[in-house]
């Protein structure tokens, strides 16, 4: 399997099991979260959402310097909403990943504007799967800590 379609599975199946995650938490606990200096449940779920459009314009090597999100100024509803807000943009992500062939993964180098660090192309898409991971386990997290069940996503 070529290199990018690989890194595609991965991140679609990290993604197929974090929509299983959010679809398990209640409109009663959307606004729940462990402390006052974290995310909501829902706002993580949007910053998860919402980052595909960012990645897409960083791997794509755009400028960052005006980024403005589609997601600024839309308010929070409910799951459902935000992730359907999010598919045309995830689609995006996945086709400009699967675009990339082995040499550019390995020669190109992407700065993350966050931080200024430099990483291969590969690799940088590679921490993008890590982030939504993360933030997986930090939402089982904030499940348990509600006390609500926490879905089954090792299937």
């Not at 040499?103 to 430099?118: A, F, M, Q, R, V």
């Not at 939402?139 to 996503?153: C, E, G, V």
Request: glycine share 6%; net charge negative.
């Amino acid at each position: 399997m070529e290199e990018a379609k690989l890194i595609c599975l991965n991140l679609e199946e990290i993604r197929r099991r974090s929509i299983v995650l959010w679809r398990g938490l209640p409109e009663d606990f959307y606004n729940w979260k462990p402390d006052d200096d974290a995310m909501t449940a829902l706002e993580m779920i949007r910053h998860v959402l919402a980052a595909d459009y960012g990645w897409t314009k960083i791997i794509k090597g755009e400028d960052m310097s005006n980024f403005k999100s589609p997601w600024d100024g839309v308010p929070l509803k409910n799951v459902g909403q935000e992730i359907e807000m999010a598919v045309p943009y995830r689609e995006e992500f996945i086709n400009t990943v699967k675009s990339f062939s082995i040499e550019d993964l390995k020669s190109t180098n992407i700065i993350h504007p966050g931080n200024g660090k430099e990483k291969p192309l590969g690799q940088y898409i590679l921490r993008i799967g890590y982030h939504e991971a993360v933030h997986a386990g930090q939402f089982i997290s904030y499940l348990r800590s509600m006390k609500l069940p926490r879905p089954f996503i090792w299937d």
